[in-house]
Structure formats: structure tokens, C-alpha cells
Antibody, heavy 118, light 109 residues
């Protein structure tokens, strides 16, 4: 069974940094477009960022310039470096795989919680 | 950015009834670039529908979807108690951002 497991969440002060990781199983990440999607407490889903299998990256406007997505296919792992964190970045962050056709994201991790608070 | 508006916000129906959920885009969506997800409390979302009308792996045929242009519909026939969830649509443009709708909460009475 294809699995994605996120790690790296936690409590951080405003202005701080965190690095999230998303580990795949059995070459889950290779050849996929890999996304981060977040969900603030009691709110809906918000697309954050994507990295294509070829390495091209895109970001949502609220995180542009502060977050950096990357991938290491040899380690079957994706990352999200989050800098200059704000209270509004508080959310559950999901790692999500897209087979690359861009018409539906079919593999979701269970999420890791990021809390930005002093 | 293509804004998706889902309606109704909340839907309360009985087992066996049919649910119709709407997703309207502020700009036209590409030919196959819309998906639907189901999220139950405390769980990660699950892909229900991809490419506007294709069911995801293991999704029962009670779930169907249609639409084109800027108007899309998810239909759940013969509702069961386990269908209680929040349902989101998502569009994929020629390039990201790949926006979600705000969600429709389906309650099974």
C-alpha cells in the first residue's frame, strides 16, 4: 500500500522556522507531483505548494518567499522549509501526491501539526 | 486565481436520500481538471472523483459527478450514515495555484 508519512511539525514562535518532511514508501514519491496542503483549525483545505517530478515549483501567494519545497527522490522524501512563520501559518500540513496528470490528488499523508505562537 | 464557491454550505438529509453538491468556478476550468474529496472528522481527505467524473480507487458507484466549464456537481445517491463528511472540490488550472472550494458539510440525520 502506498503511504506518505509527514514529520517535523511542532510549536514555533512567530518569525521562527520549521522543516517538514514527507517520507514515501516503495518509491511512492518518484514520478509524482508532490504537494503540501494545509488546514487551519476548524477551516477548509488550502493548497500551499507543489513540486513537479522535474523539479519545477509553485507556491500559494501567502507563503511565497517564505516557504521552500524540495524533493530527494533517492530518499523518497519531500520537504517544506518554512521560514518567517506567522500565526496564520498554524495548521495541519498534509503531504499529498498527484500522479502528474493534474486532475486529482490520490495519495494523502495523515498530516503534521504546526503551531506558531509565542 | 480561480475561486471555487461550493453550495450549499451545509446539507442535512436522511439515509436513502440523494445529495447534490455544487461547485462553481469564477473562471472556466480545463476539460478534465476538477476533483472532489471527502474528509471525515479527524481524518485526512480522500480522493473521491478525479478528472471531473472518474471515481477514485474503492469509491462506490453511489458517488457520481458531472459538469463542465465553470459549474460542477457531485451527486451521492442512496445516502448512508458513513457519508457524513465535508466535501471539497479542487480545480487544476494551466498552472498552480490549485485552489479548493470552501467545502460543503453533509449531515446524515
Amino acid at each position: 500500500e502506498v503511504q506518505l508519512v509527514e514529520s517535523g511539525g511542532g510549536l514555533v514562535q512567530p518569525g521562527g522556522s520549521l522543516r517538514l518532511s514527507c517520507a514515501g514508501s516503495a518509491s511512492t514519491i518518484r514520478d509524482k507531483y508532490m504537494n503540501w496542503v494545509r488546514q487551519a483549525p476548524g477551516k477548509g483545505l488550502e493548497w500551499v505548494s507543489v513540486i513537479y517530478s522535474g523539479g519545477q515549483t509553485y507556491y500559494a501567494d501567502p507563503v511565497k518567499g517564505r516557504f521552500t519545497i524540495s524533493r530527494d527522490d533517492a530518499k523518497d522524501t519531500m520537504y517544506l522549509q518554512m521560514d518567517s512563520l506567522r500565526a496564520e501559518d498554524t495548521a495541519v500540513y498534509y503531504c499529498v501526491g498527484d500522479p502528474g496528470i493534474r486532475n486529482g490528488m490520490d495519495v494523502w499523508g495523515q498530516g503534521t501539526t504546526v503551531t506558531v505562537s509565542s | 486565481e480561480n475561486v471555487l464557491t461550493q453550495s450549499p454550505g451545509t446539507l442535512s438529509l436522511s439515509p436513502g436520500e440523494r445529495a447534490t453538491l455544487s461547485c462553481r468556478a469564477s473562471q472556466g476550468v480545463g476539460a478534465t481538471n476538477l476533483a472532489w474529496y471527502q474528509q471525515k472528522p479527524g481524518q485526512a481527505p480522500r480522493l473521491l472523483i478525479y478528472g471531473i467524473f472518474n471515481r477514485g480507487a474503492g469509491i462506490p458507484d453511489r458517488f457520481s459527478a458531472s459538469g463542465s466549464g465553470a459549474d460542477f456537481t457531485l451527486t451521492i445517491s442512496r445516502l448512508e450514515p458513513e457519508d457524513s463528511a465535508v466535501y471539497y472540490c479542487q480545480q487544476f488550472g494551466s498552472s498552480p495555484p490549485d485552489t479548493f472550494g470552501q467545502g460543503t458539510t453533509l449531515e446524515i440525520k
